[in-house]
């Protein structure tokens, strides 16, 4: 016999939008807003105030000015590594849906693959890095792009195949009833209701991808995106710009956070009703 | 012509293994054309078991299941019966009147057919204004009602039910109660009715099935007559005398404990 699951509950790795406490967009911002500049007030205060030595920390407002000196460079940068973190993203989340589908289908990889994907998911990934900057020329912006895959996969996978895997017992009877088998059942119900895991897994995703193809350059290879500009410009001591490219780096893992956050509401609308 | 046919029907779950149950054994139970049947017993009768044989959601270890003529596989395939559960079970992603649709669309109907349908179905359950909405939307006894216009939507001759009110407050519960037996009069439907509410089963049916457990098995059958429901039937003595006779059998005494 099925147990009785209630849908909402069981289909709900991320709390639905529905019940959240709704406040006015103003209200909302301000708050954080608050906690932030008084944040940066504080930083500055204790930097000036406590004469602390500008390699340990340096006052937010020398690294507001290193960052505007050279905003033509941390733009360029930003997008170079931006690039690599999308093509990374998109390839890496594509693999691993395709793979949780494979995995969600055939019962017995399901169940192999989830801890195996785990375990594999608790190595450090990004020091496979200098490995791949070996195996391709050192013009190529392959190996970032394919660090920020293999780094992407992970999540993605698990996630994704948690929700393919887990259909609602009524759903399973319903279309049983409706003599529906095989793909049209995944089309018009696993598929469907795994999305809200799927985004689960591409929002830690977008983040994991800006890290990764900020941080793959430390380890050599083309170097025109941020992660090389962090560590030049800390090699020449130049702490306030070595701040000023994590500063862009914070900004475009940002960015890429809020397009997943931003996708998943236009792909779920039944979400934010 | 009769719905459905059930003959020796037995149900053992993990035959042969350390969890063997047995679920049901030697039920025989006909269910005429129109005519609307509840089960009732404890927990663990196997009622929802029966139903789900009905449905061909798990197949007989013993006996043979007939729908509308047919072995029950045929008659699912066929898409012979409309079934609800008591949690609606809607799906999130469609808008009310997606749902309603879903079983139309895997039956091929064309799009003008399928929103022709699901608006008539909507119109019955008196949701027509929420076509729009996603379930989310909606409070429970709306689901509910949902729920039981996508049962409705391919018309089927056969209306399987799993306690589809029993997660529903009384008011919204008895309302809905009347909503069903209209819709099942005007359309000629036979209902196989799953509750642990004796008034419900009493109210509803024609015929209410009692069940006991250990193992799950037909106990007695209470023929019901009500005539024609109405605003009084609820308070009328031949409803208490339905409710005194099947709580008897329930009891499995011939006898009231209390004299009334």
Redesign the interface.
């Known amino acids: 016999?099925t147990t009785?699951?209630?849908?909402?509950v069981a289909?709900d790795p991320t709390a639905?939008v529905?019940g959240r406490r709704r406040a006015g967009p103003l209200l909302a911002v301000l708050p954080p807003l608050l906690v932030g500049v008084a944040g940066l007030l504080l930083w500055e205060m204790v930097v000036k105030l406590g004469r602390v030595a500008p390699y340990v920390l340096p006052a937010p407002s020398a690294i507001g000015e290193q960052l505007w000196q050279n905003r033509a460079v941390v733009w360029r940068t930003g997008l170079a590594s931006g690039e690599n973190a999308l093509v990374g993203l998109l390839l890496g989340a594509a693999v691993a849906l395709l793979a949780a589908m494979v995995a969600a289908w055939v019962t017995f990889l399901g169940e192999v693959s989830i801890p195996v994907a785990a375990a594999l998911n608790a190595l450090p990934i990004i020091a496979l890095a200098p490995i791949l900057n070996n195996m391709f020329e050192s013009t190529s912006s392959v190996p970032r792009r394919l660090v920020v895959a293999i780094v992407v996969f992970f999540p993605v996978f698990v996630n994704a195949l948690r929700g393919l895997r887990e259909v609602?017992p009524?759903?399973r009877?319903?279309m049983?009833?409706?003599?529906?088998r095989g793909w049209?059942v995944t089309r018009?119900?696993r598929l469907?209701?795994a999305?809200p895991f799927v985004f689960t897994g591409l929002r830690q995703a977008s983040s994991l991808a800006v890290i990764a193809a900020v941080v793959a350059e430390y380890f050599g290879g083309l170097q025109n995106g941020l992660g090389s500009r962090i560590t030049s410009a800390a090699a020449n001591t130049a702490y306030p710009r070595a701040w000023a490219f994590v500063v862009g780096a914070c900004v475009l893992g940002l960015v890429f956070y809020l397009a997943a956050l931003l996708l998943e509401r236009l792909v779920?609308?039944?979400?934010r009703? | 012509m009769t719905a459905v046919v059930l003959e020796g029907v037995s149900k053992v779950?993990n035959a042969g293994r350390a969890g063997e149950v047995t679920?049901l054994t030697g039920v025989d139970l006909t269910v005429a054309s129109g005519e609307f049947v509840s089960l009732i017993g404890p927990s663990g009768c196997g009622k929802?078991?029966l139903l789900?044989l009905v449905?061909?959601?798990i197949q007989p270890s013993a006996g043979t299941v007939t729908v509308a003529g047919k072995p029950a596989r045929t008659a699912?395939?066929?898409?012979e019966?409309?079934?609800a559960?008591?949690?609606a079970?809607?799906?999130?992603?469609?808008t009310v009147q997606r749902n309603v649709e879903?079983?139309l669309e895997?039956r091929g109907a064309s799009r003008k057919e399928r929103a022709e349908r699901a608006r008539e179905m909507l119109e019955l359950v008196g949701l027509a204004e929420f076509a729009g909405?996603?379930?989310?939307?909606l409070s429970g006894g709306m689901q509910q009602r949902v729920a039981i216009a996508r049962a409705l939507a391919v018309h089927p001759p056969l209306l399987l039910m799993d306690e589809p009110f029993g997660a529903l407050d009384e008011m919204t519960r008895e309302r809905l109660q009347d909503e069903l037996l209209r819709i099942c009069a005007s359309t000629g439907t036979s209902t196989i009715f799953v509750t642990h509410s004796i008034p419900e089963a009493v109210y509803l049916s024609d015929r209410v099935v009692v069940m006991s457990a250990r193992p799950g098995r037909i106990t007695d059958v209470v023929p019901i007559d009500l005539g024609e429901r109405g605003e009084t039937t609820r308070q009328s003595p031949g409803f208490f005398t339905g409710i005194t006779k099947v709580r008897k059998a329930l009891r499995g005494d011939a006898m009231p404990l209390v004299s009334a």
């Open positions: 016999m009785a699951v209630d849908p909402l289909a639905p529905i609602d009524i759903h009877d319903l049983a009833s409706y003599a529906a049209t018009l119900v469907p209701a999305l779920m609308p039944w979400r009703v | 779950f679920a929802s078991t789900r449905g061909d959601l699912r395939a066929d898409q019966y409309g079934i559960f008591q949690q079970g809607l799906f999130d992603w469609r879903l079983p895997l909405h996603y379930p989310a939307q």
